[in-house]
């Protein structure tokens, strides 16, 4: 037994969800909210189809797609609020203490863990880096902003309602597996994506999944998964899960001879082998912290 406030937030609805139906609610916020959403985004932000379909994609096609997921966000507040009468607080924000050391420790995670294949890929020749484009500041922070949308907006679905209503029923090892799978299916469709950043997508899932438990909130794995897809899209300029943004502060382009297993070819650096290796640790740290958490709960560490 895990002593988690996070895991506690399902029991607050006085009208709960099962993990069948919650998996439906899940799909239904992430496939109807983003599309109604991107329809009134387009025209408040006078964006073209035109302009949605180019590549590398400008900063306003970028955020019509990554502000489209509040379209979610308020599907889901609004079951959460309506159907399971319970408060938003409940999943994944309380409680709400040392929430800026939860919130550094995510971003100084994020920043490491990408230096990672980054470093190794420029070090051994595989990527050439151009110039810093500095005009483009202005776009790269207006990123950010859209970033904390779309990936926090994915932290609440998965890491805290669909782990909540799934651990209510099934238990803790098939909750975080659970919405670790249904995170890399989301990812499934996505650009140029392959057998290697599909597996870690998974262990993407599974390190977020477990640190949400440790921690027992979503403040960590917000700032992480924020700050992993501004650094990686926005500063480095590698494909974000296939996504080629046009607005970066550097370029990584392959050199002669790159090995896509190293660089993650066009899906990014999230398909890189190296990245495969940095997360195999990381998911080992993140056990390690669970294991931790489970100790001091049953009161025998």
């Known amino acids: 037994m895990v002593a988690s406030a996070l895991l506690d937030g399902a029991r607050a609805a006085r009208r709960p969800t099962g993990p069948v139906l919650g998996l439906i609610v899940v799909g239904v916020c992430l496939l109807v909210g983003p599309a109604a959403a991107t329809l009134g985004l387009l025209a408040l932000m006078d964006v073209s189809a035109l302009v949605m379909a180019s590549e ?4 306003s096609t970028q955020l019509v797609l990554l502000l489209s997921f509040l379209g979610a966000a308020l599907l889901l507040a609004a079951w959460v609020l309506l ?3 319970r408060p938003l607080k409940t999943l994944g924000f309380l409680p709400a203490t040392r929430i800026w050391a939860h919130l550094l420790l995510g971003v100084g995670v994020a920043a490491v863990l990408l230096a990672v294949p980054v470093g190794v890929n420029y070090f051994s020749g595989q990527y050439l880096v151009g110039p810093v484009r500095s005009a483009l500041l202005g776009s790269v922070m207006l990123a950010l902003a859209g970033f904390a949308v779309q990936a926090c907006t994915e932290e609440i679905v998965t890491r805290g309602y669909l782990l ?3 651990y209510r029923k099934w238990g803790l090892t098939a909750a975080i597996v659970f919405q ?3 995170f890399t299916l989301l990812h499934g469709a996505n ?3 392959g057998v290697l950043p599909l597996i870690n997508i998974a262990l993407i899932g599974l390190v977020l999944g477990m640190w949400a438990v440790a ?3 979503l403040w960590g794995v917000c700032a992480f998964h924020v700050v992993w897809n501004w650094l990686q899209g926005n500063v480095v300029g590698s494909e974000v899960s296939g996504m080629d943004i046009g607005a970066t502060l550097l370029s990584l382009d392959p050199g002669r001879g790159a090995s896509d297993a190293l660089t993650g070819g066009d899906f990014g650096i999230e398909g890189s082998a190296v990245t495969t290796a940095a997360l ?3 998911a080992a740290v993140a056990f390690w912290a669970l294991q931790k958490r489970r100790l001091v709960s049953t009161g025998t560490a």
Do not use: H, N, R, W
């Open 215 to 217: 921690e027992g909130s």
């Open 83 to 85: 159907k399971e009468g």
């Open 56 to 59: 590398p994609m400008p900063i």
């Open 191 to 193: 650009f140029d994506v």
């Open 164 to 166: 909540q209503v799934t």
């Open 280 to 282: 195999v640790l990381a």
């Open 180 to 182: 670790a799978v249904v």
